[in-house]
């Protein structure tokens, strides 16, 4: 029996506790009509602000989702402008999630509306304050047991690891010394069991990109806002992504290839086998479809699931990093060993989109699939009718077509190459034939 929860304490400044609710919109300067003066010249000094929320925002970001076969759809997704700020720095920071809920829609909802704001707010369990990191681990020791027990004898060797491999560049040092990884860590594990005291079953797989613009021109010419966002020309941009379960992350290149950039946390996956083997070797388990199984879950790491947390059913994310951007700007400021090794492939920027996708998508849809479907629609319509909006609805509408069996959600977030891809459709062949084969009478029924 897992015991009674306790609360971690909120820190109250005069009696009343201090917090700034997230910001889920982008600030554009408008641009002074003058036609005498080119862009580049315009003072956005005198011009005003917009404020458009990001998922209104269909030029910039696409988020789809759909039931598909399904009673009901338990994914949830977000998207917010983190800022986050300390004594050392403050930074904006945009954060897309998306979360796949199972054994209902609680959690999933809960992380939807609360995961943000937590890594916003946690500052005092970075710093410690007033004990509250001690306090998390204790609790999960304490109140969980299993697995926690021999986790918190261990808790120093985890915020070590926690810390390493950040990215550090030679000549870009207001990234270095960063505590991205260690905030994400400790707020995944935070909210996890802040969830646990709403006493209930569901849990949720998740995966979280945060952005954040790490160089700029100085130049302030129209790029094509004045503001120095990671989609604009002349940026260069950190890229973290937390993952949780089976939930997808993809970074699509500028040649048009899929990249995975996560790795699901299936009973299969051999660092997650070694991990929970160690502690519960008798829990695994093989399904009537042969596919490998932890007690009754498909995933060995979630958010909520407290039935299964104490035998390693986990919140702690996986971390992944990569320096994206303006690929002539990448060649300026970082060094050829330095664009191998955080850039993807190598190729030293232009990117052209990242995609975040629930199971309901990659069980029916390979990555370059998933990739295609995005850029053979935008070639196919071009600039005035394709955006990373109608591209998103296109890939929920093959996967509601050809008979997915499960909740089906996409985000696809445009970067700085976005369009400029080469215009080959690698899977065409093999998504028509999907189309040729699929014959909606086996869909069931007599």
């Known amino acids: 029996m897992i015991k009674q929860l306790k609360c971690i304490k909120c820190i109250k400044f005069n009696n009343s506790i201090q917090l700034r609710f997230l910001s889920n919109a982008v600030s554009f300067t408008a641009v002074e009509r003058q036609p005498n003066l080119p862009l580049s010249t315009k003072n956005p000094s005198k011009s005003y602000k917009l404020k458009v929320p990001l998922l209104k925002s269909p030029s910039h970001l696409g988020h789809a989702t759909s039931r598909v076969n399904r009673l009901y759809n338990e994914d949830k997704y977000s998207a917010n402008v983190l800022n986050l700020k300390t004594d050392k720095y403050d930074k904006t920071i945009f954060n897309f999630n998306i979360f796949d809920g199972?054994?209902?829609?609680?959690?999933?909802?809960?992380?939807?509306?609360?995961?943000?704001?937590?890594?916003?707010?946690?500052?005092?369990?970075?710093?410690?304050?007033?004990?509250?990191?001690?306090?998390?681990?204790?609790?999960?020791?304490?109140?969980?047991?299993?697995?926690?027990?021999?986790?918190?004898?261990?808790?120093?060797?985890?915020?070590?690891?926690?810390?390493?491999?950040?990215?550090?560049?030679?000549?870009?040092?207001?990234?270095?010394?960063?505590?991205?990884?260690?905030?994400?860590?400790?707020?995944?594990?935070?909210?996890?069991?802040?969830?646990?005291?709403?006493?209930?079953?569901?849990?949720?797989?998740?995966?979280?990109?945060?952005?954040?613009?790490?160089?700029?021109?100085?130049?302030?010419?129209?790029?094509?806002?004045?503001?120095?966002?990671?989609?604009?020309?002349?940026?260069?941009?950190?890229?973290?992504?937390?993952?949780?379960?089976?939930?997808?992350?993809?970074?699509?290149?500028?040649?048009?290839?899929?990249?995975?950039?996560?790795?699901?946390?299936?009973?299969?996956?051999?660092?997650?086998?070694?991990?929970?083997?160690?502690?519960?070797?008798?829990?695994?388990?093989?399904?009537?479809?042969?596919?490998?199984?932890?007690?009754?879950?498909?995933?060995?790491?979630?958010?909520?699931?407290?039935?299964?947390k104490e035998v390693g059913v986990i919140a702690e994310p996986d971390i992944y990093q990569f320096i994206i951007g303006d690929s002539a700007e990448v060649k300026k400021h970082l060094t050829p060993d330095e664009i191998k090794k955080y850039t993807i492939n190598g190729l030293g920027g232009d990117e052209s989109f990242l995609i975040l996708v629930s199971d309901g998508i990659t069980n029916i849809l390979t990555d370059q699939e998933i990739a295609d479907i995005i850029s053979s629609h935008f070639n196919m319509q071009g600039h005035t009718k394709a955006n990373p909006q109608s591209c998103a609805h296109e890939v929920i509408k093959f996967v509601e077509y050809v008979g997915g069996d499960d909740n089906a959600t996409c985000l696809v977030i445009r970067l700085n190459g976005w369009g400029k891809w080469p215009n080959i459709d690698r899977t065409g062949e093999l998504r028509q034939a999907r189309l040729d084969d699929f014959n909606p009478r086996n869909r069931g029924g007599g």
């Not at 905030?183 to 069991?193: A, G, K, P």
Request: hydrophobic fraction near 30%.
């Open 102 to 308: 199972h054994g209902g829609d609680q959690c999933s909802n809960y992380l939807s509306d609360n995961l943000s704001q937590q890594i916003e707010d946690s500052n005092d369990l970075i710093n410690n304050i007033d004990n509250q990191r001690d306090q998390l681990f204790k609790n999960y020791a304490q109140n969980i047991g299993g697995y926690w027990k021999r986790w918190y004898r261990h808790c120093e060797k985890h915020l070590e690891n926690w810390c390493k491999n950040e990215i550090n560049l030679e000549n870009l040092n207001n990234i270095n010394n960063d505590d991205i990884k260690l905030r994400l860590s400790l707020s995944f594990l935070n909210s996890d069991y802040k969830f646990f005291n709403k006493d209930e079953k569901s849990g949720s797989t998740c995966t979280s990109a945060l952005i954040e613009t790490i160089y700029s021109s100085p130049d302030k010419q129209f790029q094509p806002f004045f503001e120095t966002y990671y989609f604009n020309r002349h940026t260069i941009s950190k890229l973290t992504i937390a993952q949780v379960g089976d939930t997808k992350a993809i970074l699509v290149d500028k040649n048009g290839i899929a990249n995975s950039v996560t790795e699901d946390h299936h009973p299969s996956n051999p660092i997650e086998a070694t991990r929970l083997r160690k502690y519960a070797a008798n829990f695994f388990m093989t399904d009537s479809f042969g596919e490998e199984r932890f007690i009754a879950l498909a995933n060995t790491r979630s958010f909520g699931d407290i039935d299964y």
